[in-house]
């Protein structure tokens, strides 16, 4: 088996300390394993698109406009 090292911030590196009980290099493994099966469906998606690159841009500012103007609203009501 390969070995890997990662850098932690420290104040992490703590917290995990502290759980002794939690095997750290399966959740790791666990995680990079999680996320090659969301990256192949990604692009198992995307391979059958028929969206180009400038529809999908077009798209992409669609959802922040709307997000955007969302959260503004969710914001101004929070202040009343």
């Known amino acids: ?7 932690i911030p420290d104040a992490l590196k703590q ?6 009980f939690v095997n750290w290099s399966e959740i790791a493994r666990d995680a ?3 996320k090659i099966l969301e990256w192949r469906l990604f692009q ?15 798209l992409a500012k669609k ?10 609203k969710e914001f ?3 202040r009343k």
């Open 1 to 7: 088996m390969a070995n890997m090292t990662l850098a």
């Open 32 to 34: 990079i394993k999680q």
């Open 63 to 72: 959802i922040n406009r709307a997000a955007s103007e969302r959260l503004l």
């Open 15 to 20: 917290e995990m300390d502290e759980m002794k």
């Open 44 to 58: 198992s998606i995307v391979s059958k698109s028929k969206l180009t690159q400038k529809d999908a841009d077009e």
């Open 76 to 78: 101004a009501e929070a």
